[in-house]
């Protein structure tokens, strides 16, 4: 059964960078795209980006991209968002997902990240 | 990437049918046979209900179907039942990644 365990809360001031963990098991890490998504309080679902981790390559969506980086290392399954530059609009729930075809079939339990002066 | 376009609130009483719609435009939703759809309870992680439009991951119930025509894509639910009660949210493929919907809030009378 796959599984992704994501990294715990953080808090952070603004201007400054945060990186997010999605460990997965159960399944081969390297073949399936990792994708992000992030919820802001009260608000709906918003794609960043995905990496392949069998070809390390990470594509981005448009409002995000030179402040958001998704890295994988195939050796642990385990995948990586940074976000950087970080204002209180980026405060939200980050949850990583396992794509399945053209979908995000399997979730983390997500992350808060809070972003505060 | 504009977000798809979702009605903000649907209702129905137990045992009724209802469905979701979700508006793109033809480089997504019309342009792509790759919608999905979730359902997520509050404090929860998305659930995938819908993919490919119409297929089912194993273990959602036959309750849920999806449909499409042109640039709009619909989630059917019959026979509601209390737990259905959650945000329903779309998806489609794009060229450049995936959009999401503006959420509907599913209320069980």
């Known amino acids: 059964q796959v599984q992704l365990v994501q990294s715990g809360a953080e808090v952070k001031k603004p201007g400054s960078s945060v990186k997010v963990s999605c460990k997965a098991s159960g399944g081969t890490f390297s073949s399936y795209a990792i994708s992000w998504v992030r919820q802001a309080p009260g608000q709906g679902l918003e794609w960043m980006g995905r990496?392949?981790?069998?070809?390390?390559?990470?594509n981005y969506a448009q409002k995000f991209q030179g402040r958001v980086t998704i890295t994988a290392d195939k050796s642990t399954s385990t995948a990586y968002m940074e976000l950087s530059s970080l204002r209180s609009e980026d405060t939200a729930v980050y949850y990583c997902?396992?794509?399945?075809?053209?979908?995000?079939?399997?979730w983390g339990q997500g992350t808060l990240v809070t972003v505060s002066s | 990437q504009s977000a798809l376009t979702q009605p903000a609130s649907v209702s129905g009483s137990p045992g009724q049918s209802i469905t979701i719609s979700c508006t793109g435009t033809s480089s997504d939703v019309g342009g792509y046979n790759y919608v999905s759809w979730y359902q997520q309870h509050p404090g929860k992680a998305p659930k995938l209900m819908i993919y490919d439009v119409s297929n089912r991951p194993s273990g959602v119930s036959n309750r849920f179907s999806g449909s499409k025509s042109g640039n709009t894509a619909s989630l059917t639910i019959s026979g509601l039942q209390a737990e259905d009660e959650a945000d329903y949210y779309c998806s489609s493929y794009t060229s450049s990644g995936y959009v999401f919907g503006t959420g509907t809030k599913v209320t069980v009378l």
């Open positions: 997902a396992r794509d399945f075809r053209w979908t995000q079939e399997y």
């Open positions: 990496i392949i981790p069998i070809l390390g390559i990470a």
